[in-house]
């Protein structure tokens, strides 16, 4: 499967963004989704990730409350709803798809095809 990440760019403190995360080759909809980010110098961090249905859903501590992961199975796509956005937020995002089908996990070891990301700056 390939992914494509979209919706990132320059969002001041306080703003939104919506991140898409496209899937063609395949269907995901048996496997779960996540999405992670990685800031410059540092290491990539499980931001959220869904499960097959979209009936479970886990977040990172640093953005619960604020995020929300949603997908539509129908069009093969992914979503990430950012809200309140802080400069500390600002990294590349990226979505992946579980390794395995009908499994869910946050480590970045069991996710695969990574796509290039889209980078999300967040000005104070």
């Known amino acids: 499967v390939q992914l494509q990440a979209s919706g990132g760019g320059l969002v001041q403190a306080g703003g939104s963004l919506r991140l898409s995360c496209a899937a063609s080759?395949?269907?995901?909809?048996?496997?779960?989704m996540g999405w992670f980010r990685q800031a410059p110098g540092k290491e990539r961090e499980f931001v959220s990730v869904?499960?097959?249905?979209?009936?479970?859903?886990y977040y990172a501590d640093s953005v619960k409350g604020r995020f929300t992961i949603s997908r539509d199975n129908a069009k093969n796509t992914v979503y990430l709803q950012m809200s309140s956005l802080k400069p500390e937020d600002t990294a590349v995002y990226y979505c992946?798809?579980?390794?395995?089908?009908?499994?869910?996990?946050?480590?970045?070891?069991?996710?695969?095809?990574w796509g290039q990301g889209t980078l999300v700056t967040v000005s104070s």
């Open positions: 869904i499960t097959r249905s979209g009936s479970n859903t």
């Open positions: 080759g395949r269907s995901i909809s048996t496997y779960g």
């Open positions: 992946a798809v579980q390794k395995r089908a009908f499994s869910i996990s946050t480590a970045p070891e069991d996710f695969s095809s």
